[in-house]
């Protein structure tokens, strides 16, 4: 382990988050920097689900199953019962085929689901006046208000010494001998001997002194919360024309992702009421749904659509770590990337999620 290293992250989300914390824990001084409030643009614009059902590839469902036990770890170490919830997701978004082999898929992986059936799922949500006749229970999953989460992370790195600074923006990379050796701000210049970019949509933007920028196929994403209500619902619902949950002050929150650009000419708050008509058609017994916040903002994806986790071409001491997934897989590749930033391990959990692929 090479203590004492000068360690500074870019971006303050559960990411950038979890990235100095694990970075601290192996002995760097850790300085967390944001061109914004703390606390990251895409956490505090995501949905929040904690799950491994959904991967393309067997590589990228073993980093996310994973992910699952080191999010668990975090939650005890943090005590974050107040930011999150281990409630499971009942899940039927697609019907036919397509929900067959959704099922197929998770069982052949070994994912902890359970195939459950009309009177089941009754039983478990009986506020749903909607009910499939079948839905696939991933009982180990949960969901978590990110932003939250990111700044409880961020006081402990603050109790451990670390220092962390919000509308920092960092506008440069210095180097020496091809490696780094300073940051530059707006406020003047930082020095350190290794950076980690966590900057989620905005990777695709270039930094004076680093010639290396990231793909992107950012795509937008609207978030709403209701006023708080009693809780009726169990689980995170994901349903064929709308995802939502409830948090533990009762607000139910509900995302949608927009694979193209968001009509100009419908407002934010008509989608929020459209989508909040859509959950109150599928429940009985709950009072009147009301819009207390909605927000559409920028989720982070790569171009191919995989996590972008590990050093930069061309630049000794510069790493990324980049993906959609990040509530996730948040507190799990910080320590992957701590450990190799610090021990020099590089796990192969991440071979197939290298930035060298788009150098």
């Not at 990411?15 to 100095?20: D, K």
């Not at 900057?199 to 950012?218: E, F, I, R, Y």
Request: charged fraction near 20%; include cysteine.
């Amino acid at each position: 382990m090479v203590v004492n290293q000068q360690v500074v992250v870019v971006g303050s989300g559960i990411i950038g988050a979890s990235v100095a914390l694990a970075c601290q824990d192996l002995g760097a001084e850790v300085t967390v920097l944001d061109k914004g409030p703390l606390g990251g643009i895409a956490s505090g614009n995501s949905f929040g689900w904690i799950n491994a059902s959904f991967a393309e590839n067997q590589a990228y469902f073993n980093l996310r199953n994973e992910a699952l036990e080191r999010f668990r770890a975090l939650d005890q170490r943090l005590s974050l019962e107040n930011h999150m919830r281990w409630q499971g997701t009942l899940w039927w978004e697609d019907v036919g085929r397509d929900f067959a082999e959704q099922f197929q898929v998770l069982t052949k992986r070994g994912y902890p689901s359970k195939l459950l059936k009309y009177s089941e799922i009754e039983i478990l949500e009986p506020h749903l006046r909607e009910v499939p006749n079948e839905a696939i229970l991933t009982a180990t999953e949960g969901a978590a208000q990110a932003k939250s989460v990111a700044l409880a992370i961020l006081d402990e790195v603050k109790r451990n010494g670390g220092t962390v600074r919000g509308c920092v923006p960092v506008t440069g990379v210095g180097q020496a001998a091809a490696r780094v050796c300073s940051v530059q701000t707006e406020v003047g210049e930082l020095l350190c001997d290794v950076v980690v970019l966590a900057t989620g949509a905005a990777a695709q933007n270039a930094l004076l002194g680093l010639d290396w920028t990231l793909p992107m196929a950012n795509n937008e994403g609207i978030i709403l919360q209701t006023d708080p209500l009693p809780q009726v619902i169990q689980h995170v619902l994901m349903t064929p024309d709308v995802h939502f949950r409830q948090n533990l002050d009762g607000s139910f929150v509900a995302g949608e992702i927009f694979n193209g650009e968001i009509n100009p000419n419908v407002s934010a708050i008509g989608l929020a009421s459209e989508i909040i008509s859509r959950i109150q058609t599928k429940l009985r017994n709950v009072p009147k749904l009301r819009l207390a916040e909605v927000k559409i903002g920028i989720r982070p994806v790569p171009l191919d659509g995989m996590p972008v986790i590990g050093a930069v071409p061309g630049l000794v001491g510069a790493y990324t770590a980049i993906m959609h997934s990040g509530v996730t897989l948040g507190p799990f590749v910080g320590q992957l990337l701590a450990s190799e930033i610090l021990d020099g391990y590089a796990s192969p959990l991440l071979k197939l999620f290298r930035p060298v692929r788009f150098a």
